[in-house]
């Protein structure tokens, strides 16, 4: 018999969500999945880069995904799924089969270059990958520079290259590496003082880089969006 709470996401389910079914599951590494879903309420929907998807987990969570693109046509679109820990998210990252059912919302707008049309100077994470892809493919080559603190650089390293992607930085315990991520961003602002810095990710790592960008005397056109924080769930 279903649970309460299982029948409210039920009912909520059929009257907001879009229903998709995933067709194809494609290990990147063992840290991050590809994950595609189709369906007949995809097509049509209108989404640009940096736009968010909520999707349903198991047990009536919700984790935010950006996807990598969007096919309204066939009615599809893609998601890279980082699997870290033992999140709801993870774990549906690493569970999830072929022939399964997904319910979300969106897409909606989370991140929006439009206007500003020229060269982006991006920082994140793991977390970020999805979206510094869809961003680039908006950008001409020249015009795109991103760095990201990662755990495993080697792992990220092959991953940004499927992606099109480069600049990871190993992360540290005590956050040293962030002098190192530091100087590239200042760098990379420095030779294009009219780009827009894009800012995702960690929270704390975040407030410490716009910190010492600012002491730089840089102050350039920025979007921030954490998608998480030490010690706090939720942010998407």
């Known amino acids: 018999m279903a649970s309460a709470k299982e029948w ?4 909520l389910g059929r009257l907001f969500f879009h229903d998709a079914t995933v067709t194809r599951v494609r290990e990147v590494s063992p840290r991050f999945r590809e994950i595609e879903l189709e369906g007949a309420a995809l097509r049509g929907l209108s989404w640009q880069a940096g736009d968010k998807v909520q999707a349903m ?10 996807p990598l693109h969007w096919d309204s046509e ?8 980082y699997l870290h ?18 319910q979300f919302i969106g897409p909606r707008r989370s991140l929006s270059l439009d206007d500003h049309p020229g060269a982006t100077v991006f920082f994140g994470d793991e977390t970020s990958f999805g979206v ?15 760095v990201f603190e990662v755990s495993n650089p080697e792992e990220s390293t092959a991953v940004l290259g ?16 962030l002098v190192e991520v530091h100087e590239r961003l200042r760098a990379a602002l420095q030779a294009h003082p009219e780009a827009c810095l894009v800012m995702t990710g960690k929270a ?33």
Request: net charge positive; charged share 25%; aromatic share 6%.
């Open 8 to 11: 409210v996401g039920s009912v």
């Open 57 to 66: 987990m198991p047990g009536m969570n919700m984790r935010t995904y950006t």
């Open 74 to 81: 066939r009615g599809a679109t893609v998601f890279l799924v």
């Open 85 to 102: 820990g033992s999140s709801p998210g993870a774990q549906w990252g690493r569970e999830v089969r072929v022939g399964a059912g997904v």
């Open 132 to 146: 510094a892809h869809a961003f680039k493919r908006t950008r001409a080559p020249r015009d795109f520079t991103s």
């Open 162 to 177: 499927e992606l099109g992607l480069e600049g990871a930085v190993a992360r540290t315990a005590d956050d040293a590496h």
């Open 204 to 236: 704390q790592s975040i407030q410490a880089l716009r910190g010492r960008l600012k002491a730089d005397g840089l102050k350039p056109a920025s979007r921030v969006k954490a998608y998480w924080s030490v010690g706090k769930t939720g942010l998407d």
